[in-house]
């Protein structure tokens, strides 16, 4: 649970992007990409979920890349190395089903783009083509860039402000892409309404689609349910059932709703810590 | 001539929803020794076959009239390794109380003539851990070489620890949350059982020996097999029951539907109602539904009133229950309790829909009335919902608390492992083995939602079926 590297992928108008790498030789030895970890950085803190986005088997640590936005992540981002976490619990959830799919589309925004990296790296193992796009609100929000590019075929890049890359959304090159050539599957991971979106555009020419849901976990054992999103009807619970699960069948609306119940609080948190 | 039961000193209502300190204090020596000779020491005594793991209480009750507490002690340890718990959690009232001859026949619970003996088990237990008595250790030079591996720290296995652990076995707990005592640290508030009494036999079992690996969940970061093939020479399961069950209705992923066990963790576990202290928060609302009839939904409902209470919120917290007092699984203790602190109960009514504001928090619940009907396979009549019978509660914070399934996260990776329609584990009922050889189960994972002290008795016939097989 030490912290043995730490890494400020990038920093803009107050917001950061961090890279860890904690040491847990048995998760690293475990676990598979699309899978996560819960964390808690003091006794008082909370437990938050968070994907691993590689590992290194034998230096016995996990890699995590997180954006500072409430007080958990805001504390987790004010370690050094050499700290140590107070709890580290994993794998958990489903690894992603890694196979040679064909044409694969990589969808990834803002901190999303983190958890894609695990999935390329395998898919790309398994000889996928890989067309990869990822997007954030500005130039100094992408991370991972050089990264993705190394296992991509096809590399696009989208900026809200068009600092770097195309101007627009990620789901933009998406639709022309999928208006222009077939694929097979495409895998999404970023904030709800980019996934939502792109389980829109994908829906009507019936393309595979694939989305990490980020919901709002305690225990992430199956044991409290607040993590529950409806998908196809179902109650599910993400972090046993998922966290991918078919993007065509989820409900957004509710889950966005739901990740928002703390919000308030969440506020009052960082103002009273000064975070 | 019968005389009173000695009542037990409690808290004030109005002062123990200001908090989360114990409600009940306990027998002074004095008390104790009063309410013990009113035990008649039947020649067969009824009382004991109502014990699920049979504590000698004849005869413990009789060492408290003579003053032997130390003894008293002892005689519950021999069958139950945690009294001050028992004494506090278990349900007497539907047990050995239930049973005893000076309780009315004929009532789903005790009356209030039967013998106190959860509190003179909880006096001996106090006693006990008071005075540091230690149930004596009996190693076996011939087990000193063998490791068992327990998974889960809930009340099984931290029997099944402490059994094993005293023979000279080597343990090791493994627990997939932070801290150990599974549903006695996340699902049972302090109030009802203070956390320095879990921690002491929480304690114990390390002085003993006992390595706890907290963090750590078998069948994700290791499988069940490996456990048997790097060491481990047998496996006790005590998973408990631990995945919350919904209504299925329309409305129940509305903000602010929690499952009792979210709620309860949230609190119990995670501090929260220290939030912002701590850091987990909860939310709190003004007018509380807490829908289910057993323990949990007690708890969860004395909580979230006492949340309410501590936020300046003006208490208000309504439990919907669809049969009506007398078919309330939960320990009539309990009741009584939320009753006093002023939990409102609505009787024979069955949740329809939750209904949402734009926002999607839950804003009403929608609800038919019920009548009672026949006895059904759980042996209380059946709620029948009345067709028309529409009204609507108001209801900005709802709590689920109608039971608990299994946990499948072990048994979904481990296929070996046999498992009922319910997807509890099958085991053999003479040993607590389950379908996989050196693999013994116990608790709620065996035969769904139970008991603490169920739990122990199968906890420790597991630990004595080990033991006979390690030495062979």
């Given at each position: 649970?030490?912290?043995?590297e ?6 803009a108008g ?15 030895s ?12 003091t006794e008082?803190g909370?437990?938050?979920p968070?994907?691993?986005v ?9 890699t ?15 370690l050094?190395k050499?700290d ?11 690894p992603?089903e890694?196979?040679?799919y064909g ?10 783009i ?8 395998a ?7 890989l067309?990869?796009?990822i997007?954030?609100?500005s ?12 296992f ?5 890049i ?5 600092s ?10 998406l ?9 097979d ?11 939502k ?6 829906k009507?020419i019936?393309v595979?689609t ?20 409806t998908?196809?009807?179902e109650?599910k619970f ?7 699960f ?9 889950l ?11 506020k ?8 | 001539?019968i005389k009173q ?6 808290l004030?209502s109005s ?5 989360f ?8 020596e004095e ?8 035990c ?11 014990c ?9 009750i009789?060492?408290i009239t ?15 390794n945690?009294p001050s718990i028992c004494?506090?959690v278990?349900p ?13 026949k004929?009532?789903?619970f ?13 006096f ?11 149930a004596?250790?009996?190693k ?5 070489h ?8 809930g ?6 620890a402490?059994?094993l652990a ?6 090791v707990i ?12 996340y699902g ?16 114990y079992l390390?002085e ?7 963090n ?9 097999e ?12 005590g998973?408990?029951?631990g995945?919350?069950?919904f209504l299925?209705i ?12 979210e ?17 987990t ?5 003004k007018?509380i539904?807490?829908?289910?009839g057993g323990?949990?939904?007690?708890d969860?409902a ?7 209470k ?11 229950y ?8 939960a320990?009539r203790?309990e009741?009584?309790?939320?009753k006093e602190e002023?939990?409102k ?9 939750l ?8 804003q009403k ?14 042996g209380?009549r ?7 019978s ?16 299994a ?10 492992l046999e498992?009922d ?5 099958i085991v053999?009922p ?21 008991t603490?002290i ?7 016939k597991?630990s ?7 030495s062979?």
């Amino acid at each position: 649970m030490k912290i043995t590297e730490k890494k400020i992928l990038s920093e803009a108008g107050g917001t950061r992007i961090i890279q860890l790498k904690v040491a847990s030789a048995p998760i690293a030895s475990k676990v598979k990409p699309g899978q996560f970890i819960v964390l808690m950085v003091t006794e008082k803190g909370e437990r938050i979920p968070l994907t691993v986005v590689d590992k290194d088997k034998e230096r016995g640590t996990v890699t995590l890349i997180f954006q500072e936005v409430g007080l958990t992540t805001k504390l987790l981002g004010r370690l050094n190395k050499g700290d140590c976490l107070f709890a580290l619990v994993g794998p958990l959830g489903h690894p992603t089903e890694i196979k040679n799919y064909g044409k694969v589309i990589l969808v990834g925004g803002g901190v999303g783009i983190a958890e894609i990296f695990p999935v390329a790296k395998a898919l790309k193992e398994e000889k996928n083509s890989l067309t990869t796009i990822i997007g954030a609100r500005s130039k100094e929000l992408l991370i991972l860039e050089k990264e993705l590019k190394n296992f991509s075929d096809e590399f696009y890049i989208t900026t809200d402000d068009g600092s770097s890359g195309k101007k627009g959304f990620t789901t933009d090159i998406l639709k022309e892409l999928l208006s222009q050539g077939n694929y097979d599957l495409v895998y999404a991971v970023g904030p709800i309404p980019m996934m939502k979106k792109a389980a829109l555009v994908t829906k009507d020419i019936k393309v595979k689609t694939l989305v990490s849901l980020n919901p709002l976990m305690v225990d992430a054992t199956g044991m409290c349910g607040v993590c529950r999103v409806t998908v196809g009807g179902e109650v599910k619970f993400s972090c046993v059932d998922g966290p991918e699960f078919d993007a065509h069948l989820v409900d957004w609306d509710e889950l966005a709703k739901r990740n928002r119940i703390y919000e308030a609080k969440e506020k009052h948190l960082c103002n009273l810590y000064k975070l | 001539m019968i005389k009173q039961p000695i009542k037990i000193k409690e808290l004030s209502s109005s002062e123990r929803i200001t908090n989360f300190s114990e409600v009940i204090s306990g027998y002074t020596e004095e008390e104790a020794i009063k309410e013990a000779k009113r035990c008649l020491q039947c020649k067969n005594p009824t009382c004991i076959p109502g014990c699920p793991v049979g504590i000698d209480i004849k005869k413990f009750i009789y060492q408290i009239t003579e003053k032997d507490y130390k003894g008293a002690y002892f005689t519950i340890r021999e069958k139950n390794n945690f009294p001050s718990i028992c004494g506090r959690v278990c349900p007497a009232e539907y047990q050995c109380r239930k049973a005893c001859v000076m309780s009315k026949k004929g009532l789903p619970f005790a009356s209030p003539q039967a013998i106190n003996i959860h509190f003179l088990e909880r006096f001996a237990g106090d006693y006990g851990m008071k005075k540091n008595l230690v149930a004596p250790s009996n190693k076996d030079k011939k087990l000193s070489h063998f490791k068992v591996a327990v998974v889960g720290s809930g009340p099984a296995g931290l029997c099944a620890a402490g059994e094993l652990a005293r023979v000279g076995i080597k343990l090791v707990i493994f627990e997939s949350l932070h801290r150990p005592g599974g549903v006695l640290r996340y699902g049972i508030p302090s109030f009802r059982l203070p956390r320095d009494i879990l921690d002491f036999e929480i304690d114990y079992l390390k002085e003993l020996g006992v390595e706890i690996v907290t963090n750590f969940i078998i069948g994700r970061l290791k499988a069940l097999e490996e456990l048997l093939t790097e060491g481990f020479s047998a496996v006790f399961l005590g998973l408990g029951a631990g995945t919350p069950a919904f209504l299925g209705i329309p409305g129940e992923n509305l903000c602010n539907v929690y499952s009792a066990n979210e709620f309860l963790t949230r609190v119990n576990l995670m501090s929260a109602y220290k939030f912002p202290e701590y850091h987990t928060p909860i939310n709190i609302g003004k007018h509380i539904i807490v829908i289910g009839g057993g323990n949990t939904a007690m708890d969860a409902a004395r909580v979230a009133l006492r949340l309410q209470k501590i936020n300046g919120i003006s208490p208000h917290t309504t439990i919907l229950y669809r049969r009506t007092e007398v078919e309330m699984p939960a320990r009539r203790l309990e009741i009584d309790h939320a009753k006093e602190e002023g939990i409102k109960f609505n009787f024979l009514v069955q949740p329809q829909e939750l209904l949402g504001d734009e926002q999607g928090y839950v804003q009403k619940i929608k609800c038919l009335k019920c009548s009672l009907g026949e006895v059904d396979s759980s042996g209380r009549r059946r709620s029948v919902p009345i067709e028309g019978s529409d009204f609507e509660v108001d209801c900005d914070l709802a709590i689920i608390a109608i039971g608990l399934k299994a946990n499948k996260i072990l048994t979904s990776v481990t296929p070996a492992l046999e498992t009922d329609n319910y997807g509890d584990l099958i085991v053999s009922p003479e040993t607590m083995q389950t379908s996989v050889n050196r693999v013994y189960a116990g608790g709620d994972i065996v035969g769904g939602e139970g008991t603490v002290i169920e739990a122990m008795g199968m906890a420790k016939k597991a630990s004595q079926a080990i033991i006979d097989c390690l030495s062979k």
